[in-house]
């Protein structure tokens, strides 16, 4: 079935960098844009950026440019969000979601984030 | 950047219709879409597009949007449904996305 399942739970101190990974299954990985998304805890959703494993192109939301690097390898039908320069409120739950668009009659497109990954638990703590 | 305002809690009878609104100006030239998340859980996509349902989502679930409101309405709302429920929707760049604050649904 149409899955993604992303990597362990980590624990990094301030001012580290992490790698999630997310490995898709099921579909053709190059087919669909991958997108990440953060919760921390208690807190909303939190978009961050989506990369698309087709051509490698990236697009990061404001609040993480210049700390946050989206890569793929297609080999392995993998996405990963690596996220430097760790704070405090970087403590949170990572999600990466397949999303697939399509193009209403008046070339309006339509976004859904179908498929979730289980998320990932990132602390961040001295 | 764009926002999406969401009510941050409502509540409704067992059995009961009940909408929850999201406000954007991006949603004037763009469809919104809606999660559904329990606690613990990633989220789950129940409605996309004009007005489409995943399949498995139930068809109580619908969706709707005039000018800069969206909304997703349950009709005869279940105790499952109690749920935090996410709008998103893209910036008005067009190449960027935004989430709402989410809105609690009691299920009384």
């Known amino acids: 079935q149409v899955q993604l399942v992303q990597s362990g739970a980590e624990v990094k101190k301030p001012g580290a960098s992490v790698k999630v990974s997310c490995k898709a299954s099921g579909y053709i990985f190059t087919g669909y844009y991958m997108h990440w998304v953060r919760q921390a805890p208690g807190q909303g959703l939190e978009w961050m950026g989506w990369?698309?494993?087709?051509?490698?192109?990236?697009n990061y939301a404001q609040n993480f440019q210049g700390r946050v690097t989206m890569t793929r390898d297609t080999s392995i039908s993998t996405a990963y969000m690596e996220l430097s320069r760790l704070r405090s409120d970087d403590t949170a739950v990572y999600y990466c979601a397949r999303v697939g668009t399509h193009y209403d009659s008046s070339g309006s497109p339509t976004d859904a984030f179908d498929i979730w990954g289980q998320g990932t638990m990132v602390t961040v703590s001295s | 950047s764009s926002e999406l305002t969401q009510d941050p809690a409502v509540s409704v009878a067992l059995g009961q219709r009940v909408r929850i609104t999201c406000q954007g100006d991006?949603?004037?030239?763009?469809?919104v879409s809606w999660y559904q998340q329990k606690p613990g859980q990633a989220p789950v996509l129940v409605i996309y597009g004009k007005n489409y349902r995943p399949s498995g989502i139930p068809d109580r679930f619908s969706g709707s949007s005039s000018g800069n409101t969206a909304s997703l309405t349950i009709t005869g709302a279940q105790a499952e449904d109690e749920a935090d429920y996410y709008c998103?929707?893209?910036?008005?760049?067009?190449?960027?996305?935004?989430f709402g604050g989410g809105t609690k649904l009691t299920v009384l």
């Open positions: 990369i698309n494993p087709n051509s490698g192109g990236t």
């Open positions: 998103n929707s893209r910036e008005s760049s067009g190449n960027s996305w935004v």
């Open positions: 991006s949603l004037r030239s763009y469809y």
